[in-house]
């Protein structure tokens, strides 16, 4: 049997970062609010020419570096990301170029909004299971900033921009050991930047593709999905909550990660949380946790790990690993 293990880590933040007391000038909300609300505190914003591809990138480099990886021993290239530099081509085959992997190894996006980095794992961690290919490079970039309408205060208060990068190999030992995907597309509405290619264009051409979202409809599913795919990772691995030395989930909500939490009864010990500096990230959160976790040798050798993700759609997933 061969496995997927994570052989290294990396992550990005842009340079700008923008707090509560900013935002209370730009719309009409508090810090008290926002704190209470969401536990975010400041969020870090991409400059004007800095693209997902140069989130990715940095993160990226520092993956490969922390593998002791030159860019050339790269099979595999995934990207999560709901904010594409451009139509097309993807983040993937621009990122592929741009890191000088010139091996003629299959790159794509993914999207699956805020569980886009949890699919991309699923997918890296079949190709190598099957034996396609034997490094891959997961990662998790957005913009975020750039779907937003700064003047709703419901919504440009919860987001942020930056990447996670993960080096996948293949090994005889876990690894991940199981992944779990879902969707429910009746919900695509809740949650949504409602323009693009096909729909809606001419408020594309105006600079009107903004996130919207039905705040609170959002969160009782997402504390639901999140509740029942950690009870189905354990359940079909027969595991105990005992077993699981880390949560990484999505940082969406403080509120969400403690509800989570709760009815797991899992001590908020075990649970990487980020969303106080860097908002929601989307696909980026988990991976962007999730290294700032190993850098802190928080996560450790032999630690047994889910990652869960959230998102529009509405999708939602986790991963069970082992470092
Ligand atoms: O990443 C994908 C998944 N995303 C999520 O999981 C996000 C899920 N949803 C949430 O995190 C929360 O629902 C929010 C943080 C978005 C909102 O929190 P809430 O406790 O559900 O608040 P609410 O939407 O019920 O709004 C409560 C009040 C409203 O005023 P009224 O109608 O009670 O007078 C809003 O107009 O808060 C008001 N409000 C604000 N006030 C100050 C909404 N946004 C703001 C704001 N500042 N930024």
């Known amino acids: 049997m061969t496995y997927a293990r994570i052989?290294?880590?990396?992550?990005?933040?842009?340079?700008?970062?923008?707090?509560?007391?900013?935002?209370?000038?730009?719309?009409?909300?508090?810090?008290?609010?926002?704190?209470?609300?969401?536990?975010?505190?400041?969020?870090?914003?991409?400059?004007?020419?800095?693209?997902?591809?140069?989130?990715a990138e940095h993160a990226s480099r520092r993956a490969l570096d922390s593998a002791g990886l030159q860019p050339a021993d790269i099979d595999l290239v995934v990207v999560a990301t709901t904010t594409a530099d451009q139509v097309f081509p993807s983040v993937a085959c621009l990122l592929q170029d741009r890191l000088g992997i010139h091996n003629g190894g299959p790159a794509f996006d993914v999207q699956a909004v805020c569980a886009g980095f949890v699919y991309a794992m699923d997918l890296a961690n079949k190709f190598i299971q099957c034996g396609v290919v034997g490094r891959a490079l997961v990662i998790g970039a957005e913009t975020f900033s750039r779907i937003i309408d700064w003047t709703d205060r419901e919504t440009c208060v919860l987001f942020g921009d930056g990447a996670g990068a993960v080096v996948l190999e293949a090994a005889e030992q876990p690894g991940v050991v199981s992944t779990h995907l879902h969707a429910d597309g009746r919900y695509h509405e809740l949650l949504a930047v409602p323009t693009g290619v096909s729909i809606n264009y001419k408020q594309v051409l105006k600079g009107e593709a903004y996130t919207q979202m039905q705040g609170s409809e959002v969160f009782k599913f997402a504390v639901k999905c999140m509740v029942d795919v950690v009870d189905e990772t354990l359940s079909i691995n027969r595991l105990n909550k005992s077993d699981i030395d880390w949560l990484v989930p999505h940082q969406a909500n403080s509120r969400i990660i403690a509800a989570t939490a709760r009815k797991l009864s899992l001590s908020m010990d075990k649970v990487i949380v980020t969303v106080d500096r860097h908002g929601n990230t989307s696909a980026a959160s988990i991976p962007l946790a999730f290294d700032e976790a190993v850098r802190e040798h928080r996560i450790v050798p032999g630690d047994t790990i889910i990652m869960e993700g959230f998102g529009g759609g509405f999708t939602w997933g986790s991963v069970l690993l082992r470092m």
């Open 7 to 55: 052989i290294g880590t990396g992550s990005y933040l842009p340079k700008k970062t923008l707090t509560n007391t900013e935002l209370e000038r730009m719309v009409d909300t508090t810090d008290e609010w926002i704190f209470s609300r969401t536990g975010i505190r400041e969020r870090h914003i991409a400059a004007d020419d800095e693209k997902t591809s140069d989130l």
